[in-house]
Nanobody, 121 residues
Framework: QVQLVESGGGLVQPGGSLRLSCAASGSIFSIDSMGWYRQAPGKQRELVATITSGGSTNYADSVKGRFTISRDNAKNTVYLQMNSLKPEDTAVYYC???????????????WGQGTQVTVSS
C-alpha cells in the first residue's frame, strides 16, 4: 500500500551536483524518519544520511559537508542534494522510510527501488 518513488539519479561529472528525490505515497498516517542509503559494487549497503520528523539529521563521514538531506512533510518527500561529487560516490542509492500505516498505525519500514548514481568523466 505504500510506495517510495525515487527520481534524480543519473550520470554526472566529478565535482558536479545531483539532487535526488523520494516521494512516499499510499495510506500513510505519519512518517518518522526518512533517509538515503547506497550500495557500491562489491560493497555492503551503507547509510548516507537520515532525517527525523523533528529535523534532526545524520550523515556518513564520507559525505559530510557535501551532501544535504531535507524533507517536505506536506509532500512526504525526502531530498538529497549532492554537491562536489566524487567517483567514490558512484552507487545505487536507496530511499528508506519509517512510517505509521494509516490502516493499522504500526511502524513499518519501506525501501525504494534504488536509483543509479554514476560519477565519471
Amino acid at each position: 500500500q505504500v510506495q517510495l518513488v525515487e527520481s534524480g539519479g543519473g550520470l554526472v561529472q566529478p565535482g558536479g551536483s545531483l539532487r535526488l528525490s523520494c516521494a512516499a505515497s499510499g495510506s500513510i498516517f505519519s512518517i518518522d524518519s526518512m533517509g538515503w542509503y547506497r550500495q557500491a559494487p562489491g560493497k555492503q549497503r551503507e547509510l548516507v544520511a537520515t532525517i527525523t520528523s523533528g529535523g534532526s539529521t545524520n550523515y556518513a563521514d564520507s559525505v559530510k559537508g557535501r551532501f544535504t538531506i531535507s524533507r517536505d512533510n506536506a509532500k512526504n518527500t525526502v531530498y538529497l542534494q549532492m554537491n562536489s561529487l566524487k567517483p567514490e560516490d558512484t552507487a545505487v542509492y536507496y530511499c528508506n522510510a519509517d512510517l505509521l500505516g494509516a490502516w493499522n498505525l504500526r511502524r513499518t519500514n519501506y525501501w525504494g527501488q534504488g536509483t543509479q548514481v554514476t560519477v565519471s568523466s
